[in-house]
């Protein structure tokens, strides 16, 4: 497949991956390795059949991978928090059978669960979900077949960290071109 990106900068680089999960899974590892998501692209081998205008099914994808990350991150931070919270408790109250050190032992737990809860929620929503369009687009209903990846920047040091990140992933192609979209051997 030789589909170029439409858009090129001075320095790129182009994978070519054989489905839409191995050219997502470059495009989470790129942003993950300092990659700004902004320089990241997604083209499918057969545009035609990518209705871009139904993001429907593109829309339900995204925001289930966004609740799922979103649970897991509330339920780690309140599983955290209520351990941090008995801590507390045990620390606060001493003895855990006698007077206040069973409620406030409690209490303590719940707070913590809850606090845990709201951290984990930020941590996962910031640390977990991607933000190119790119990878939005990834969601998209299409046709199957290949996909290229491309990374494009003014600085040479981006695309050898992305050059890095994308051939750990094992493309079927991975070539450096020019702003007209000519190979650049060794550069």
């Not at 780690?76 to 941090?84: K, N, P």
């Not at 969601?139 to 990374?151: L, R």
């Amino acid at each position: 497949m030789n589909r170029q990106p439409r858009i090129l900068s001075e320095h790129n680089i182009l994978a070519t991956f054989g489905d839409k999960a191995g050219a997502r899974a470059a495009m989470e590892q790129l942003e993950t390795g300092g990659v700004d998501a902004a320089s990241i692209s997604l083209h499918p081998d057969d545009e035609a059949v990518d209705d871009r205008n139904d993001t429907q099914v593109r829309d339900r994808e995204v925001a289930g991978k966004g609740l799922r990350t979103a649970a897991g991150g509330m339920i780690i931070g309140a599983v955290v928090g209520a351990l941090l919270g008995v801590l507390g408790g045990l620390i606060a109250f001493g003895d855990p059978t006698e007077g206040l050190g069973v409620w406030g032992t409690v209490a303590f737990a719940l707070g913590g669960a809850a606090a845990g809860a709201g951290v984990g929620l930020i941590a996962a929503g910031a640390g977990r979900m991607k933000q190119s369009q790119a990878w939005e687009s990834s969601w998209a209903p299409t046709g199957g077949g290949e996909f290229v990846v491309g990374v494009h920047s003014e600085t040479r040091d981006e695309i050898a960290r992305a050059e890095e990140v994308l051939a750990e992933r094992n493309p079927l192609t991975l070539r450096r071109v020019d702003a007209d979209g000519r190979d650049i051997d060794g550069e």
